[in-house]
């Protein structure tokens, strides 16, 4: 048998025949619809993003009719400057697809001629070059992710009239045939943008038949192991048959079967990918996510929260609930509203109750947008369910309504300060869970003491009076978890002695403490206090606790912590306690300064770091695969001020020197990668670096949501 070579597709579009399966569907649809009675139509293949329209299409032409030649067109390979541009691109597309796949050349056409008249030329003179060369054949042009152009006309780089062009090629050259795919229904496009496909026939391209994704589960690999039917089970009720997501999971799979390659896989060795997977199509996930309006995003975080740890069919009362604990009703109208779109758009299925039509999904919004999170993430939208408070009696005076007032001022500031306490502790590169408990607990009384003090605007000034007495035995809990956790001055040098006790465990020498890399770590604690920007820096470790065994613990024990405590690349460290309700830890890293060796040609200017490049020799390269990175440039992205834009560089070392790099699991074009910040969120993340043999090394990362013009400091 031939040395293993992992035969599934984990990303890119499926070109070859070998690695698709099904679709059979939607090719008779298409020859069946392709052709009319008097003319030929338009057909549109539509579906959520990584479904298989691309990969579909460029089987397409193995499928039709020998009369109908496909052109594959990448709009997203495009320029779309203007309409001259995007018809002179498409003239070089027609070009080389019919060369490549058909073996027809055509004579070329000078550029300086086409310009004087674009659109007369490429209908006069182009359009009858082809006809000549094809016989009575048809062209099919294949555009896809047809979004482009709309994107392009919003961008200012193309004209709306770039539809009414399409729509006249489209009425007057009846052997000139369009095929689109979208990402989305035709109810969902900007009026020209609608026009131009209301004359199409649709098909919606979903998941694999059970039949289909069985097929590409496992003949891919029947050479190599077998796959037990209850494995195969367990596979299709994680994606449903999702095409991507399918191949995903079973490449990782096939990685882990390379380690051991026992055979055959049982359901115990699919669950152990599957926090691998889910890293790995974070961008897939995070997009449905970001595609979602704010009540569709109301409705999966309950969906979540109300399944818990397993997934099981959920009813719209127990979404209710969910969001019930947290004093947020959604009004019918927009979850009926949401529960439509997202059905629509395979993210859930069901109709009495509904479950996640892929588990993946369900999985990612549990480990990244709790119910917390997303309630201040939709906060604005919140504002506008909310029904209108309701007013005190009259009957009040007015001596009373002001104590009243005063109470719940007091109640509301109390809230707001561990309000923000829990907000940093979830921020915090590593929590004290214990610590936050304590003050959930904190927070759940002092509600119940407003809601206490609110009943009180229309019932007996004595309820009032229990109020401020509940608010007083609060005030002493806060105070007491104050004074519990002050730390001692020798805090500090217990925490480096634990920190180099761990680094010598792992073979890492000594960090030394640094009093200006401390001073730095003070600054920043206290900018931090302040509500200045954060901003992501991996040599940088924000940690809230209590004590200092429990803080510790927590610290070493986490796994993107000790990437940076044992990491070689470090020798000295800064570290700074701020003494608070929460004592606030900073830890920052730094390297030696490099010796410089003076020389007349040389300055003392040290020199960048150079990752090392797949074509040097194996010999070069010793030791199991690593890799560090480095942070080229942080700060406004120059495309848009309202994103942050940091440039990482990846160095990987070791291995057999034959990098593949990723970035949230998507593979990325060598080892420098931009990170945007889209939304001011604080967000994780992770950097992988894969070897020839398929070892894979990977670093998660935290990045930090810096001032964002608009947002709340």
């Known amino acids: 048998m031939a040395d293993p070579v992992n035969p599934y597709i984990a990303g890119n579009p499926v070109t070859g025949?070998?690695?698709?399966?099904?679709?059979?569907?939607?090719?008779?649809?298409?020859?069946?619809?392709?052709?009319?009675?008097?003319?030929?139509?338009?057909?549109?293949?539509?579906?959520?993003?990584?479904?298989?329209?691309?990969?579909?299409?460029?089987?397409?032409?193995?499928?039709?009719?020998?009369?109908?030649?496909?052109?594959?067109v990448d709009l997203h390979g495009l320029a779309l400057n203007g309409i001259d541009g995007f018809l002179w691109d498409l003239i070089g597309t027609i070009v080389r697809g019919l060369r490549k796949d058909y073996q027809i050349e055509l004579p070329p056409l000078k550029r300086s001629e086409f310009k004087v008249e674009p659109r007369v030329t490429f209908e006069n003179e182009f359009l009858p070059l082809v006809w000549n060369a094809i016989g009575d054949r048809h062209i099919l042009l294949m555009l896809d992710e047809a979004i482009r152009l709309q994107e392009q006309i919003e961008a200012g780089k193309l004209d709306k009239s770039v539809f009414e062009y399409l729509r006249h090629l489209m009425q007057h050259f009846d052997r000139?045939?369009?095929?689109?795919?979208?990402?989305?229904?035709?109810?969902?496009m900007e009026k020209e943008y609608a026009f131009l496909f209301s004359v199409g026939l649709y098909r919606k391209i979903s998941f694999l038949t059970r039949d289909a994704a069985t097929a590409l589960i496992t003949q891919p690999v029947k050479d190599y192991y077998q796959i037990e039917p209850s494995a195969v089970d367990r596979i299709f009720s994680i994606t449903s048959g999702h095409p991507y997501f399918t191949q995903l999971l079973c490449h990782s799979l096939f990685n882990q079967w390379l380690q051991h390659q026992r055979s055959p896989i049982r359901v115990d060795d699919v669950n152990p990918v599957l926090s691998e997977v889910v890293e790995r199509g974070l961008a897939v996930l995070k997009q449905v996510w970001d595609d979602s309006t704010p009540g569709e995003k109301a409705v999966l975080a309950a969906l979540v929260a109300a399944m818990g740890k397993r997934s099981h069919p959920i009813g719209l009362a127990e979404i209710d609930r969910a969001w019930a604990n947290l004093n947020v009703i959604i009004p019918e109208n927009e979850k009926a509203r949401a529960m439509r779109s997202l059905i629509a758009r395979d993210v859930i299925i069901g109709e009495d109750k509904y479950q996640f039509a892929v588990e993946l999904q369900r999985m990612w919004i549990q480990k990244y947008e709790k119910l917390e999170w997303v309630k201040e993430e939709i906060e604005a939208t919140l504002q506008l369910w909310r029904p209108p408070e309701v007013a005190f009696g009259r009957r009040r005076s007015q001596?009373?309504?002001?104590?009243?007032?005063?109470?719940?001022?007091?109640?509301?500031?109390?809230?707001?300060?561990?309000?923000?306490?829990?907000?940093?502790?979830?921020?915090?590169?590593?929590?004290?869970?214990?610590?936050?408990?304590?003050?959930?607990?904190?927070?759940?009384?002092?509600?119940?003491?407003?809601?206490?003090?609110?009943?009180?605007?229309?019932?007996?000034?004595?309820?009032?009076?229990?109020?401020?007495?509940?608010?007083?035995?609060?005030?002493l809990t806060s105070t007491a978890v104050a004074v519990e956790c002050t730390l001692s001055d020798a805090a500090i040098d217990e925490l480096l002695k634990r920190l180099n006790e761990l680094r010598q465990q792992n073979g890492s020498a000594p960090v030394v403490l640094d009093q200006q890399l401390s001073a730095r770590a003070a600054q920043i604690s206290a900018d931090r206090a302040a509500g200045a920007p954060q901003v992501f820096d991996p040599t940088i470790i924000v940690f809230q606790g209590c004590r200092l065994d429990n803080i510790w613990h927590s610290l070493s024990t986490n796994e993107d912590v000790r990437n940076v405590f044992i990491s070689t690349s470090y020798s000295r460290v800064g570290l700074a306690i701020t003494p608070g309700a929460l004592n606030t830890l900073v830890f920052k890293f730094d390297r030696s300064e490099p010796t410089a060796t003076p020389t007349p040609s040389r300055t003392s200017t040290p020199r960048p770091i150079i990752p090392p490049t797949p074509t040097a020799t194996l010999l070069r390269y010793s030791g199991p695969l690593s890799f560090d990175w480095v942070i080229v440039s942080q700060g406004r992205n120059p495309a848009n001020a309202n994103q942050w834009l940091v440039v990482v560089n990846l160095v990987a070392r070791g291995g057999d020197g034959q990098y593949s790099y990723y970035h949230d699991g998507l593979p990325v074009n060598g080892p420098r990668m931009q990170i945007v910040d889209q939304n001011c969120r604080n967000k994780p993340g992770s950097f992988w670096v894969q070897d020839g043999t398929g070892a894979i090394v990977k670093k998660s990362y935290y990045l930090f949501a810096p001032y964002c013009p608009g947002a709340q400091p």
């Open 17 to 72: 025949e070998a690695m698709f399966f099904g679709r059979e569907s939607v090719f008779a649809f298409v020859r069946q619809a392709l052709t009319g009675q008097h003319r030929d139509n338009v057909i549109v293949l539509y579906g959520q993003r990584r479904t298989g329209k691309t990969s579909s299409l460029y089987q397409m032409r193995r499928h039709l009719d020998a009369r109908y030649l496909c052109i594959f």
């Open 176 to 188: 000139l045939n369009f095929l689109f795919s979208l990402g989305s229904g035709l109810e969902e």
């Open 399 to 475: 001596t009373d309504v002001l104590a009243i007032a005063v109470i719940l001022g007091f109640f509301a500031a109390l809230i707001i300060m561990l309000f923000l306490g829990l907000r940093s502790l979830n921020e915090s590169v590593g929590i004290e869970r214990a610590q936050r408990r304590t003050l959930e607990a904190q927070v759940t009384r002092i509600a119940e003491a407003v809601a206490t003090a609110t009943a009180a605007a229309e019932a007996p000034a004595a309820t009032a009076t229990a109020g401020a007495a509940q608010l007083y035995a609060e005030q």
